[in-house]
């Protein structure tokens, strides 16, 4: 039905910078929003942006000016252009995506972001 695939993690020096991909696929349309939330080891799941379609964005207090997300219509992909990392960032990175035909969302396989101090 749906599939979502993150690439872009990787390892990083604090206040480098690293951008995520997220591309959809299958049936999508209309998406309702798509967003990054990220794990750290035990710890839960939180958000980290999220864009509606119709182009709100909303971030973590924790991200604001550091981190942007962003899309590209045409290749059915979010980004999350990640700035200024610091070793608080380091966490694996879910894509989550929500569409109106679906009464679930949906989640990629995630990606790892380590930042070393």
């Known amino acids: 039905q749906v599939q979502l695939v993150e690439s872009g993690g990787g390892l990083v020096q604090a206040g480098g910078s690293l951008r995520l991909s997220c591309v959809a696929s299958?049936?999508?349309?209309?998406?309702?929003?798509m967003g990054w939330y990220r794990q750290a080891p035990g710890k839960q799941r939180e958000l980290v942006a999220q864009?509606?379609?119709?182009?709100?964005?909303n971030y973590a207090d924790s991200v604001k000016g550091r981190f942007t997300i962003s899309r590209d219509n045409a290749k059915n992909t979010v980004y999350l252009q990640m700035n200024s990392l610091k070793p608080e960032d380091t966490a694996v990175y879910y894509c989550?995506?929500?569409?109106?035909?679906?009464?679930?969302?949906?989640w990629g396989q995630g990606t790892q972001v380590t930042v070393s101090s």
């Open positions: 989550k995506g929500t569409f109106t035909v679906y009464s679930r969302d949906y």
């Open positions: 299958g049936r999508i349309f209309p998406i309702n929003a």
């Open positions: 864009i509606m379609w119709i182009g709100n964005t």
